[in-house]
């Protein structure tokens, strides 16, 4: 069964899969993308008090029947808007996925947020409740920031406060980006936020210790 990965320039590509349960694909050390992917996800650890991490698996996010409906509505996006750029989204798991090159399937627990993220999409509707920038997807360039939350011709709008009741991003914009308190905003380190399901996708699951 062929299955589409987004690469880490956003670029998708087929894959034949014997198994047409399998939700990753193991990123061999020796391919390139994994040393983009993996370079990346290091250059980003900027939490001075945290320690350096290892990386012990990467894989690509295999999309297949529900998936790949999702991974249409965001090519189309993507397409429509452009500058699609590779951030992090750190999330809960609740299950051993991803722990070796052969745990690829996702669970169905309900509580795995990982799992229901790879068997479809991002849901808007988990994004309820009190954020800075609103109900949004929040991703960013800082990997040991996505890590505390493990347990267009676009244009991003900056955001030098916080706005708590935030729906969209504000006219004229696909997405906003908060400011750092050197920048003069209200946070340490950078994060983006999104208002639509299509706006973002999964490519890779970065498996780490520390």
């Known amino acids: 069964m062929l299955h589409a990965a987004l690469d880490a320039t956003g670029h998708v590509h087929f894959h034949t899969c014997y198994n047409s349960a399998v939700n990753l694909i193991h990123v061999p050390q020796t391919d390139e993308e994994y040393q983009i992917i993996a370079q990346k996800f290091l ?7 945290k320690t350096k991490p290892t990386i ?11 998936g790949l409906t999702h991974l249409g509505k965001f090519s189309d ?18 299950c051993r996925i991803a722990e070796s090159p052969h745990n690829v399937t996702a669970c169905s627990r309900s ?4 799992c229901n993220i790879l068997r479809g999409s991002y849901n808007m509707e988990r994004a309820k ?22 347990t267009i011709w676009t244009i991003s ?9 935030m729906q969209h991003a504000p006219h004229l914009y696909n997405s906003v980006t908060a400011a750092t308190y ?7 380190y950078h ?8 706006a973002i996708c999964a490519n890779a699951i970065v498996v780490y210790s520390i």
Not at 43 to 49: A, F, L
Not at 56 to 65: G, L, R
Not at 77 to 94: D, E, I, W
Not at 191 to 198: F, G, I, L, T
């Open 43 to 49: 250059d980003g650890w900027k939490h001075p008090h």
């Open 56 to 66: 012990k698996n990467i894989f690509y996010v295999a999309y297949s029947s529900n």
């Open 77 to 94: 996006y993507s397409n429509k808007v452009g500058n699609t750029q590779m951030l992090f989204h750190g999330t809960r798991r609740a």
């Open 111 to 114: 509580d795995c947020n990982l």
């Open 129 to 150: 409740g009190a954020r800075m920038f609103g109900p949004g997807i929040y991703s960013t360039l800082v990997s040991s920031k996505a890590d505390d939350y493990s």
């Open 157 to 165: 709008k900056t955001m030098y406060e916080a706005s708590h009741d």
């Open 182 to 188: 050197p920048e003069g905003g209200k946070v340490n």
């Open 191 to 198: 994060e983006a936020v999104v208002y639509r399901e299509d």
